[in-house]
């Protein structure tokens, strides 16, 4: 047993509620739930409700024929969360994508860093590599960024000027790709074979891999046929072999220098190759065409009430500071809040999962449970973030929420599969890129109020993340 065990916890120790349902029919129910009939949030709030318990057995998607055991133990409150970090009583060998492992065909027949356990000497040798590789951009992060930026805004004013409106989601992530292929590769893609088609390639590489968690977003009358073609039979590499190859060669032949450095890591250049690409589309592109949308819409829904104070400590701490620097976003309290507040409410992956190593004890706030070695157990991230019983009024997007006292509550922020106060290292699982991610979302704050006084947003739902669409900028009327 754990040392987390019943002894250090004056909590009583109830066995987990729940249920899987029948062999096979449980898993495909629960798939249809889901996905069409009650949605992912209904779906968890319904199980909360009925067991009366944040923590509770259920099946997760895909489940029949693509996952050969869809059960999970869902933790879905603050305190039971973190359980998932804890890589001395969890394992986390194949689990990026939950209880199914796409073909490693679509990473050139390696298991890329992320699909690793800490425990792997690989692991440690490429999460040292990708953590060396950060470090030697650290001074691009922000001149690359604020000229990807300027582009970037261009680009929407273009839009509105000739449409009314601007599309952020196809603009961002035309601007996330050439940032982080410029960052890692030295030079634009459009220089490259790939040209303007590096995002419409990783589109694909990701949506193939990803499919079976998600919907085409059909009518509910076409449910079936939704569910027949992505949650039933793996999607085939072949589909994207020849873009996914031709990706990997123009990032061979324009990152050299960085692949000449996996060899003092123990890692031969073709394959950290594969894992640069990996980092680079998956992780990075993949995460950023998530992240951005859900940034823009909560602070554009906030209004001219966040935009004032927002543009006043941006452009006051800019001037004093003589420029757009680290130092000068260290000092922008309340834009720091923001980002982290969108973190909170909207994390950019939703989804965690980990095997218990051993018998553990996870507690939530008001009970113990013991989970079995060998168990699935997975994390729900808005849930967790979204708590009420730590957070006042969980649901709304409150932009100084972590101001001054609010500090405090940073432990209970989650999206980089870690600890919002705690740094990665080679022995956890955490996002190599956090402190990267959180820079430049500062920075797009920063560069956007600088430009603007303020913006409106139409907002929509999509399979994976939100749509936004600019409707109105209104240029700054003093800097």
Request: aromatic residues 14%.
């Amino acid at each position: 047993m754990s040392p987390s065990s019943s002894s250090e916890s004056k909590l009583p120790l109830k066995p987990i509620p729940g249920d899987y349902g029948t062999p096979f029919f449980g898993a495909i129910k629960d798939r249809l739930d889901y996905f069409y009939n009650q949605g992912k949030d209904e779906f968890f709030k319904t199980r909360i409700q009925k067991h009366n318990s944040t923590v509770i057995k259920t099946n997760m998607p895909p489940g029949p024929f693509i996952a050969k055991n869809p059960k999970v133990i869902a933790v879905l409150d603050a305190i039971s969360f973190p359980i998932l970090f804890d890589t001395s009583k969890v394992e986390k060998y194949n689990v990026l994508d939950g209880t199914f492992l796409p073909s490693l065909s679509f990473t050139g027949g390696h298991r890329v860093c992320a699909y690793l356990d800490p425990s792997e000497t690989k692991h440690t040798a490429l999460k040292s590599y990708f953590m060396s590789v950060l470090a030697s951009k650290h001074s691009e992060f922000i001149p690359l960024f604020r000229t990807c930026l300027s582009q970037l805004f261009i680009s929407i004013e273009d839009g509105i000027a000739s449409q009314k409106k601007a599309n952020f989601n196809n603009l961002g992530q035309a601007m996330s790709f050439n940032y982080i292929f410029r960052l890692f590769c030295g030079k634009d893609p459009s220089e490259t074979a790939i040209g303007s088609k590096g995002p419409a390639i990783a589109d694909k590489w990701l949506a193939l891999q990803l499919g079976p968690l998600f919907t085409l977003g059909l009518p509910k009358f076409l449910k079936y046929v939704d569910d027949m073609l992505l949650h039933t039979f793996p999607l085939p590499f072949f589909l994207v072999k020849s873009d996914y190859y031709k990706l990997y060669d123009v990032f061979y032949a324009s990152s050299g220098p960085i692949l000449d450095k996996a060899e003092s890591f123990g890692v031969t250049k073709e394959e950290a190759c594969h894992n640069l690409v990996f980092l680079a589309c998956f992780s990075t592109y993949g995460g950023l065409k998530v992240w951005f949308p859900a940034l823009i819409k909560w602070v554009g829904l906030s209004g001219e009430k966040l935009h004032r104070p927002l543009a006043d400590e941006i452009r006051t701490v800019v001037k004093e500071e003589g420029g757009v620097t680290i130092q000068a976003l260290d000092k922008m309290f309340l834009t720091k809040s923001v980002v982290y507040e969108a973190f909170r409410i909207e994390p950019p992956v939703p989804f965690q999962y980990a095997k218990a190593k051993e018998d553990i004890v996870v507690q939530s706030h008001d009970a113990a449970y013991k989970i079995k070695k060998g168990e699935m157990i997975f994390g729900y991230q808005p849930f967790a973030t979204k708590d009420p019983v730590v957070f006042d009024n969980a649901e709304d997007f409150v932009g100084h929420r972590f101001v001054g006292e609010g500090e405090k509550l940073l432990k209970y922020v989650y999206w980089s599969n870690g600890r919002e106060t705690v740094d990665p290292t080679v022995e956890d699982k955490q996002c190599p890129g956090k402190d990267m991610v959180v820079l430049l979302s500062r920075l797009m704050l920063v560069e956007f109020f600088l430009r603007y006084d303020t913006f409106s947003v139409e907002t929509a739902v999509l399979p994976i993340g939100s749509s936004v669409t600019f409707t109105s900028l209104v240029k700054a009327t003093s800097v």
